[in-house]
């Protein structure tokens, strides 16, 4: 079991950069596929970025491609989201996933549904 822990959100101006981390407890880190979600007012949390259990596959939702890189450091227990270019539209609250027991390779899902851990989100804020 892990427990996700969210960093690094704050205000920038667009065109920007922010730097999340996600800090998860636990021995058997390299053991989960990991993802980040959004969600803004009003509106449903969606998919952004996900990493599979060693790194080597990610996968990006179309809106924050070319932007957005996700990592992680497995030695660490760290999962990273590198924001780049914001936009005023990223405005959010950015919550990390864990999934346990992923297959190995396989970069995650973009279903909130299949992921079996959260953290309790940090604020992204861009203006303009």
């Known amino acids: 079991q892990v427990q996700p822990v969210e960093s690094g959100g704050g205000l920038v101006q667009a065109g920007g950069s922010l730097r999340l981390s996600c800090a998860a407890s636990?021995?058997?880190?390299?053991?989960?596929?990991m993802g980040w979600f959004r969600q803004a007012p009003g509106k449903e949390r969606e998919f952004v970025a996900a990493?599979?259990?060693?790194?080597?596959?990610?996968k990006y939702a179309d809106s924050v491609k070319g932007r957005f890189i996700i990592s992680r450091v497995n030695a660490k227990n760290t999962v990273y989201l590198q924001m780049n270019s914001l936009k005023p539209e990223d405005t959010a609250v950015y919550y990390c996933?864990?999934?346990?027991?992923?297959?190995?390779?396989?970069?995650?899902?973009?279903?909130?549904?299949?992921?079996?851990?959260w953290g309790q989100g940090t604020q992204v804020t861009v203006s303009s």
């Open positions: 990493i599979s259990r060693s790194g080597g596959s990610t």
């Open positions: 996933a864990a999934r346990s027991n992923a297959l190995q390779g396989y970069s995650g899902s973009n279903d909130p549904e299949w992921y079996d851990y």
């Open positions: 636990g021995r058997t880190f390299s053991s989960y596929a």
